[in-house]
């Protein structure tokens, strides 16, 4: 069979095609995440795909990709999934088909018949693109913020508990120092969430050490011995921060970082929950360890709760590849005092 033959519609498997394609956009230097979220995409899609003709996606050739089989696909695919993760995947597979036009192999893009889903209006959305969180910690590590009266420590405090813990603002702002409880390694964050819910979050390492940093820096720059009982977050004059605060420095984070082009309209602190939850789903937690860790109060009115054990939710917590960032930085700083020791 020649190569020409090989690489037409008909005899091009589709898992090869998904592979071939995923070659061609490292051209374009995507991070590593960004091609696992299209692989989890296209060979989600595929599966769904498989299964609506009867088969395994090892029989599926792109040819046999066309618009109705499609159309079922993403019907299977949408209904267990949120409507941003669904409007994704829709984009990944538009640019996939887009790419096999362009190199010949299909004549058209089957995509134009699927509809494409929108994500609800006026719900959260999280941070847009795979590396975004982790540029941004980067970036604020590196004292990005140029603030006039810098405090980097602060900074990577408000927004790392947001990305790993998916507080909402007024949880934030209601936390207290002595919210930080528990041995080391063990330590929990009690939260009291809408309607005075009490919730307790697992604090992995890393973000424990970044708190516990911003606390010393707190007393080193204004003289004074924290107790239990003040706020865990405050201004610049050491006022107990306020939505407006904690939103103006959240959007100057952005802003600092260069990411602020991947932030929603009207989210800022809640763009960072929302990417919490975004990250726990796509690492492969329960609906109902999501449930918990955001202090949502059932998953819906007729849904009973499942309970979830606190090893489960500290797995949960500690998947957020978000930590991984978090661990670096650390392991960085702790070489430059070793080499300046």
Known sequence: MSGERERSAGALGAERAVEEYLVARRAEKPSPHTVAAYRRDLLGVLGCAARARGGGREGLVLADLDAALMRRAFAEFAGERAPSSVVRAWSTWNGFFGFWVAEGVVEGNPMQAVRRPRARPGGPKPLMGEDTPERLLEALAAGCRRARDPWPERDMAVVALALLTGLRSAEMLGLRVESLSGRPGERRLRVVGKGGRERSLPIEAPLEALVEGYLRSREER?????????????????????????????????????????????????????????????????????????GHSSITSSQSYID????????????????????????EEEAREAAAG
């Not at 924290?226 to 959007?251: C, F, K, M």
């Not at 802003?255 to 975004?278: E, M, N, P, Q, W």
């Open 308 to 331: 979830v054990t606190a090893s489960a939710q500290r797995e949960a917590a500690r998947s957020n590849r978000t930590y991984g960032v978090l661990r670096r930085l650390a392991g």
């Open 222 to 294: 204004f003289g004074v011995r924290l107790s239990g009982g003040d706020a865990l977050l405050v201004d610049t004059r050491g006022r107990p921060l306020r939505r407006g605060g904690l939103q103006y420095l959240v959007q100057q984070c952005y802003k600092h970082a260069g990411v602020g082009d991947r932030v929603a309209r009207g989210t800022l602190v809640h763009a960072l929950r929302h990417t919490f939850a975004t990250r726990l789903a796509e690492d492969g937690a329960s609906v109902t360890e999501i449930m918990r860790l955001l």
